[in-house]
């Protein structure tokens, strides 16, 4: 089945503790993106790549790290977590020109 | 830098009455456009999406959506709501290069929900 998975689905965790949230998507998309979803701000784009080693930012990349050595996978590192880094994270892959398709989102909690 | 406004944060229709959700975008070359839905507790689901051609554009679930250039705009429309319509809708805008060629940075509006009443 054609997907974007990401883990965990659930993650709580104390501030700096570094984490990283995976993404791996099986339909050879080039391109791939993180976004956090946060209640009245809609969805925020993080880090977008065109493909492998290819990353940029979005709207709002402070506090988060991205890399993309392989094409399937797209990991997201929280360096040093915040509580303003609670939110509901999607990562979403697509080819050129195409409409994202989307994972189904890992609730991050950040005490 | 591109934006898309969704006016409406919440709308209530009855089943079986028309739709329609109002998205206006800026961006300074030609759009690539799409309309998403999220059902509460899910990811989201691609509706439609324009890139060219024809201004009217038909998606899943019956849904359609109308590219306005003069008017910014591209706004969703369903001509009879079902209950299991109920969602979060969100509009959303492409950016493009100078070939015209999408390079995956996406900006979302901020949502409009949609609530129907039986």
């Known amino acids: 089945e054609a997907q974007v998975t990401q883990n965990p689905r659930y993650l709580i965790t104390v501030t700096g503790k570094k984490l990283t949230v995976t993404c791996s998507q099986n339909?050879?998309?080039?391109?791939m993106s993180w976004y956090r979803q946060d209640p009245g701000l809609g969805l925020r784009q993080i880090y977008y790549?065109?493909?492998?080693?290819?990353?940029d930012k979005g709207d709002v990349p402070e506090g988060y790290k991205v890399s993309r050595k392989e094409k399937r996978n797209f990991p997201l590192i929280l360096e040093s977590p915040s509580p303003n880094q609670t939110s509901l994270y999607f990562c979403?892959?697509?080819?050129?020109?195409?409409?994202?398709?989307f994972g189904s989102g890992t609730r991050l909690t950040v005490v | 830098a591109q934006s898309v406004t969704q006016p409406d944060i919440h709308i209530t229709v009855s089943e079986g009455a028309s739709l329609e959700l109002r998205c206006n975008y800026s961006y300074g070359a030609t759009p690539y456009l799409f309309w998403y839905v999220q059902s509460p507790g899910q990811g989201l689901q691609l509706l439609l999406k324009?890139?060219?051609?024809?201004?009217l554009v038909q998606g899943i679930k019956g849904f359609e959506a109308e590219f306005k250039r003069s008017q910014s705009s591209f706004n969703l429309r369903k001509p009879s709501v079902h209950w299991s319509d109920a969602a979060e809708y969100f509009c959303?805008?492409?950016?493009?290069?100078?070939?015209?060629?999408?390079?995956?940075?996406?900006?979302f509006g901020q949502g409009t929900i949609l609530t129907v009443h039986p």
């Open positions: 324009y890139f060219s051609g024809d201004t």
């Open positions: 959303a805008v492409g950016a493009s290069n100078a070939g015209g060629t999408s390079y995956g940075k996406l900006t």
């Open positions: 979403a892959s697509s080819r050129p020109g195409r409409g994202y398709t």
């Open positions: 790549s065109m493909n492998v080693e290819v990353t």
């Open positions: 339909m050879n998309h080039e391109y």
